[in-house]
């Protein structure tokens, strides 16, 4: 049984390596998931003993990297560990493995406010052909090569396992900023504002015979009629079926290509995207086929149910696109909504018992109230 603990840099600095391997292990974590490559926010961490709120600077890295294998496209060492990150890496990396905890590193790919905000030509671009502020398209090149570096320098730099975020076509809502709009219907905005016309995704969609300037256009007069708040029309659904399937069968190419290329260079680093479906979400609006990529991958980490009482109705919609042969790691959400009381986390770890789930993530440590945390380690029988 597996229980990793997703964390931030900031943890391991402030509280001291050692001290938190110590910690981990006397509640039972058995694996750490360092957020290695991270985008900006703000986080509220109530049991740090330096800060109480830390802000994030935009898109930053906090492994050693290889500055001569990229272009305009690179990452960016954290003002938290200066330019040079491998004392922090390894020093990271000795303390957790002298406690028998495995190093798996969380890397957000292609959601970057800097390199977006930076390279607006490799940037998603709306049917307005307004550019994302925040994620990279997929289907650039040099967007596509920049993820494949970034995570061979991390499997190079001895992480375990990748878990990956962000490797998709990034949705309209989850942005960078304080997110403002006017209207309920989240899931229509969604639909309306996340689809990519990119010069990228333009060209691919033409070549496998996909009317995109159509569907441009169609994007266009539908989300007009949504600001008027009238009934939107019916869509072509063939040709948006055959563009969602191009989308899916780039990012499989990108799971192959890492997969080959660790391969050739005898790296046995393990590959586990992250599947966010939360609140019904589904991974394949965001290009995400998860029997596509089972050839290349190591398993999925499912995020998150809303409630230890819908533990099972998650999982079953999970194996609904998760093959049954395919190893599962069940996520468990340590803050509001998800979790509201410390009675909770018992309850999550009973529920996915009885799933037969028996491999864990939880998130996150440093801005789970400290309750919580020892609710892991009083859970002796799990």
């Known amino acids: 049984m597996d229980r990793n603990m997703f964390l931030y840099p900031w943890d391991v600095l402030d509280e001291g390596a050692q001290a938190l391997a110590e910690r981990l292990q006397d509640i039972g974590v058995t694996s750490v998931s360092l957020a290695a490559a991270y985008h900006s926010g703000k986080f509220l961490l109530p049991h740090n003993p330096k800060r109480h709120v830390f802000l994030h600077e935009d898109s930053r890295c906090y492994f050693p990297f290889d500055r001569k294998r990229y272009g305009r496209l690179r990452p960016k060492p954290g003002e938290l560990v200066g330019e040079d990150a491998g004392p922090f890496?390894?020093?990271?990396?000795?303390?957790?493995?002298?406690?028998?905890?495995?190093?798996?590193?969380?890397?957000?790919?292609?959601?970057?406010?800097?390199?977006?905000?930076?390279?607006?030509?490799?940037?998603?671009?709306?049917?307005?052909?307004?550019?994302?502020?925040?994620?990279?398209?997929?289907?650039?090149?040099?967007?596509?090569?920049?993820?494949?570096?970034?995570?061979?320098?991390?499997a190079a730099a001895g992480a375990d396992e990748l878990h990956l975020e962000a490797v998709e076509y990034g949705g309209f809502l989850h942005g960078a900023h304080h997110e403002m709009q006017a209207f309920a219907d989240r899931q229509t905005l969604e639909r309306l504002f996340s689809p990519c016309f990119c010069p990228a995704c333009m060209e691919r969609a033409n070549r496998v015979g996909v009317d995109a300037e159509r569907l441009r256009w169609q994007v266009r007069r539908q989300t007009q009629r949504f600001f008027d708040?009238?009934?939107?029309?019916?869509?072509?659904?063939?040709?948006?079926?055959?563009?969602?399937?191009?989308?899916?069968?780039?990012?499989?190419?990108?799971?192959?290509?890492?997969?080959?290329r660790l391969r050739a260079q005898s790296r046995k680093t393990k590959i586990r995207p992250i599947l966010w479906m939360a609140d019904g979400a589904q991974p394949y609006?965001?290009?995400?086929?998860?029997?596509?990529?089972?050839?290349?991958?190591?398993?999925?980490?499912?995020?998150?149910?809303?409630?230890?009482?819908?533990?099972?109705a998650f999982?079953?919609?999970?194996?609904?696109?998760?093959?049954?042969?395919?190893?599962?790691?069940?996520?468990?959400?340590?803050?509001?909504p998800q979790t509201v009381r410390a009675g909770q986390v018992k309850e999550y770890l009973l529920a996915y018992e009885r799933e037969s789930v028996?491999?864990?993530?939880?998130y996150n440590y440093g801005m789970a109230p400290l309750p919580f945390l020892e609710a892991l380690k009083r859970d002796e029988s799990t």
Not at 116 to 125: I, L, M, T, V, Y
Not at 131 to 146: G, R
Not at 358 to 362: A, I, P, S
């Open 89 to 154: 890496w390894a020093d990271l990396l000795r303390a957790f493995r002298q406690r028998n905890i495995r190093v798996d590193a969380w890397t957000v790919v292609f959601h970057s406010d800097r390199l977006a905000g930076e390279n607006p030509d490799c940037a998603q671009r709306s049917a307005w052909d307004e550019a994302s502020p925040h994620h990279l398209c997929p289907s650039n090149e040099e967007v596509f090569q920049y993820g494949l570096a970034l995570l061979e320098d991390i």
């Open 229 to 260: 708040m009238q009934t939107l029309q019916e869509e072509d659904t063939a040709e948006w079926d055959a563009w969602r399937a191009m989308r899916a069968q780039r990012i499989a190419e990108f799971y192959r290509t890492l997969h080959r």
């Open 285 to 312: 609006a965001a290009g995400v086929d998860v029997k596509l990529l089972q050839p290349w991958v190591d398993g999925v980490m499912a995020a998150y149910p809303g409630a230890p009482c819908l533990v099972g």
């Open 315 to 336: 999982v079953r919609q999970v194996r609904e696109i998760v093959p049954q042969e395919m190893p599962l790691m069940g996520g468990v959400r340590l803050m509001a």
């Open 358 to 362: 028996k491999d864990l993530f939880f």
